[in-house]
């Protein structure tokens, strides 16, 4: 059965700094573009991040450009998510998906119909 579990999520202080982890198990993520996601209370899921499968090519939402960068490792079968200088509205769950619809695109995109498996989310709170 294919999942993927975040973890990383925590409570943090404006200005801090997360890595948050999207682990698979019985699939290889290489293969998959990975989106990073986003839910804050009594708002819509919003796409943050995502990374190709092939070159490796990646895309932050501008609200998070400059502060998140996804990365992955191939060999741990994991993505990570670097969160730097957190804001408050940065608090949400935070959830990666894996999809294979648009592999072939020059660029990945953080759509939901794009992904086809998601985890079950981690809680991320800025907060003084």
């Known amino acids: 059965q294919l999942q993927l579990v975040e973890s990383g999520g925590d409570l943090v202080q404006p200005g801090g700094s997360l890595k948050l982890s999207c682990a698979a198990s019985?699939?290889?993520?290489?293969?998959?573009?990975i989106g990073w996601f986003r839910q804050a209370p009594g708002k819509e899921r919003e796409g943050v991040s995502c990374?190709?499968?092939?070159?490796?090519?990646?895309y932050h939402t501008d609200s998070v450009k400059g502060r998140f960068t996804i990365s992955r490792d191939n060999a741990k079968n994991t993505v990570y998510l670097q969160m730097n200088s957190l804001k408050p509205e940065d608090t949400a769950i935070y959830y990666c998906?894996?999809?294979?619809?648009?592999?072939?695109?020059?660029?990945?995109?953080?759509?939901?119909?794009?992904?086809?498996?998601w985890g079950q989310g981690t809680q991320v709170t800025v907060s003084s």
């Open positions: 990374i190709s499968p092939t070159d490796g090519r990646t």
């Open positions: 019985a699939f290889t993520l290489d293969s998959y573009t």
């Open positions: 998906a894996a999809g294979r619809r648009y592999v072939d695109d020059a660029r990945c995109w953080v759509v939901d119909g794009a992904y086809d498996y």
